[in-house]
């Protein structure tokens, strides 16, 4: 199999995976209980411990994206080349649609849903550029000092508590956006905030760069 598309497969089941988490326990959390809080603890619990599974078990074959911002930061820094960027992206987008589409079945749910839950408003849209420029430094504040090792489990660790202190709850991820407007559960999207959104995480990423640009040694 050739090396980039197995890289694209993995980012294509990587994206599934976490979104068909963040999607699935996100259905859970309201079943379980009629307590958004609780809900929102479940569906951050989850999502977090995946995320670094995830990270863990794809990073060594195609760097564990699962972001296309992750993907743009990476291809404008030279680390990655433009057909990797090229691929990746779709991968991404359409592993977070099939993310959704297996968490509603998974459910017993109807399989395609459009989201009607509006989130875009102005404190959200800036919950999203402080969610994604806090990951895009992080990653690559370690990544200059060699501590890519403790990437799997610092990404984690900062989605799962932008889950909490962002308004937006965090989701730092133009795929992932996408992906969840085909759920019309806890963790949907509807469609009109999806461009707002995007732009703020675009925001957020370059901000992230510029931060972590700034705070390097060379």
Known sequence: MPALLKRSIAEFFGTALLVCVVVGSGIMGT???GDEGIALVINALST??????????????SGAHFNPVVTLVEAFSRNIKDIDL???????????V?????????FNQTAIQISTQN????????GEVIATAGLIALIGILSKRGQGTVIPVAVAGWIGSAYFFTSSTSFANPAVTIGRVFTDTFAGIEPGSVLPFVAAQLVGAALG??????VSND
């Open 31 to 33: 079943s379980l209980s």
């Open 48 to 61: 977090a411990f995946a995320l670094a599974l995830l990270i863990f078990v794809v990073g060594p074959i």
């Open 86 to 96: 090229l691929a990746y992206i779709p991968a991404q987008i359409f592993g977070a």
């Open 98 to 106: 099939a993310g959704s589409i297996t968490a509603n079945a998974m």
């Open 119 to 126: 989130r875009a408003n102005s404190g959200a849209l800036i």
């Open 209 to 214: 760069f510029a931060i972590a640009k700034g």
